[in-house]
């Protein structure tokens, strides 16, 4: 079957990119380079801040948006503190070269957010410690009869494993994380109509 010239090129243009895809592709590239820098500990926020300047004046003011939004999608009610740290001085130092006037609004719902992490962390912790204790009581009874009969048993291994597989345990824990994973979700949201 012979094809028409228009068909042939059609195929011939099948996998290329467009001029626009390809400088979108190049810009991406390099937006990731100086994120990837940052967070890898090759650069600080100022050079963060530069970078991310100079690809501004490159590709225009949006790639800071790009590079905040990419941040914030990587915030986590688990992330570390310092992780933590790192990624809201990065979000509050591009918006620095947005000249807006939102920066104690970010700044603000970063916070909350901080304070989401922190107290999603002491509520688990909480939740373990009283799980724990009850648990510890009943296998000091186990261990010891155990030990009458000649064996020995790891109370401590066995108290975490049958805490983590406890039903009480993981109904609690779908609901603390659905409803903490909804206020993070809503934060996000917020933030990212302040960008």
Do not use: C, N
């Not at 890898?40 to 590079?67: F, M, N, Y």
């Not at 070269?97 to 304070?115: H, P, T, V």
């Not at 994380?177 to 809503?186: A, G, I, V, Y």
């Amino acid at each position: 079957m012979d094809l028409s010239p228009l068909a042939r090129e059609r195929l011939a243009r099948i996998g290329q990119l467009s001029d626009a895809e390809q400088q979108k592709l190049q810009r991406d590239r390099e937006l990731e380079g100086v994120l990837s820098s940052y967070f890898t500990g090759g650069s600080d926020a100022e050079k963060l801040w530069q970078g991310t300047k100079a690809l501004s004046d490159t590709h225009g003011p949006g790639i800071v948006r790009e590079a905040q939004e990419k941040i914030i999608g990587t915030l986590r009610l688990q992330t570390s503190d310092d992780d933590f740290s790192k990624r809201k001085a990065a979000i509050l130092a591009l918006e620095t070269l947005k000249g807006s006037d939102r920066y104690s609004a970010i700044e603000l719902i970063l916070g909350s957010i901080d304070a989401l992490r922190q107290r999603y962390g002491e509520v688990i912790r909480q939740a373990l410690d009283q799980l724990r204790g009850q648990m510890e009581d009943q296998m000091r009874g186990a261990a010891e009869q155990a030990r009458r009969q000649g064996m020995l048993v790891d109370t401590e291994g066995t108290i975490e494993a049958s805490i983590k597989a406890a039903p009480e345990w993981q109904e609690f824990m779908s609901r603390h994380d659905t409803s903490s994973q909804q206020t993070l979700h809503d934060y996000v949201d917020r933030l990212k109509a302040l960008l």
